[in-house]
T-cell receptor
Framework: AQKVTQAQTEISVVEKEDVTLDCVYETRDTTYYLFWYKQPPSGELVFLIRRNSFDEQNEISGRYSWNFQKSTSSFNFTITASQVVDSAVYFCALSEEYDTGRRALTFGSGTRLQVQP | DAGVTQSPTHLIKTRGQHVTLRCSPISGHKSVSWYQQVLGQGPQFIFQYYEKEERGRGNFPDRFSARQFPNYSSELNVNALLLGDSALYLC??????????????FGPGTRLTVT
């Protein structure tokens, strides 16, 4: 069975600090997809990034960057120069591919990030 | 373009009652999935529908059922409500048409409180 672990329950930083959110996953499949979502206080999950299991290139998007390492089954997310607007709960998720077309995301328990001004 | 919409926003029900939650996917998306998010936890997969057919079901009791309509909107039904059914119910849509990668876009959710 697939599993996603986000060991950091809550992180508090001061604005402009860099912060890394950890994600470790378990899967027996060779083809899978990893995601990060942001959930602000409003509750809606906002898609941030998708990464395929066969693409280990790191990605940078503005202040966000992601480090995918298959050898350690990790997909960590770094926010550079954090801002108060980054305060939210962040979820890492995993999806495996099935012949039936079934698509289901397995989420971690989330990391609550608080950025203090 | 409109995103995923869900109704109602909030709902309060009594134990034993049933509830129907509604979701309209992003225009052009044919797949709808439902998730339950209990306070303080990550969302858990309930159902996925694609082209009006059930493609997957999570570990939820038979009290939970769903369907998808010809316009790809969807309903989630929960019978014999329990206190533990209190949660945020999220609907997600995607354009998945089979194998390959995809993104799921989530709606704002329906907050269900069972008293």
């Amino acid at each position: 069975a697939q599993k996603v672990t986000q060991a950091q329950t809550e992180i508090s930083v001061v604005e402009k600090e860099d912060v890394t959110l950890d994600c470790v996953y378990e899967t027996r499949d060779t083809t899978y997809y990893l995601f990060w979502y942001k959930q602000p206080p409003s509750g809606e999950l906002v898609f941030l990034i998708r990464r395929n299991s066969f693409d280990e290139q790191n990605e940078i998007s503005g202040r966000y960057s992601w480090n995918f390492q298959k050898s350690t089954s990790s997909f960590n997310f770094t926010i550079t120069a954090s801002q108060v607007v980054d305060s939210a709960v962040y979820f890492c998720a995993l999806s495996e591919e099935y012949d039936t077309g079934r698509r289901a995301l397995t989420f971690g328990s989330g990391t609550r990030l608080q950025v203090q001004p | 373009d409109a995103g995923v919409t869900q109704s109602p926003t909030h709902l309060i029900k009594t134990r034993g009652q049933h509830v129907t939650l509604r979701c309209s996917p992003i225009s052009g998306h044919k797949s709808v999935s439902w998730y339950q998010q209990v306070l303080g936890q990550g969302p858990q997969f309930i159902f996925q529908y694609y082209e009006k057919e059930e493609r997957g079901r999570g570990n939820f009791p038979d009290r939970f059922s769903a369907r998808q309509f010809p316009n790809y909107s969807s309903e989630l039904n929960v019978n014999a409500l329990l206190l533990g059914d209190s949660a945020l119910y999220l609907c997600a849509s995607s354009s998945s048409s089979g194998s390959g990668s995809y993104e799921q876009y989530f709606g704002p959710g329906t907050r269900l409180t069972v008293t």
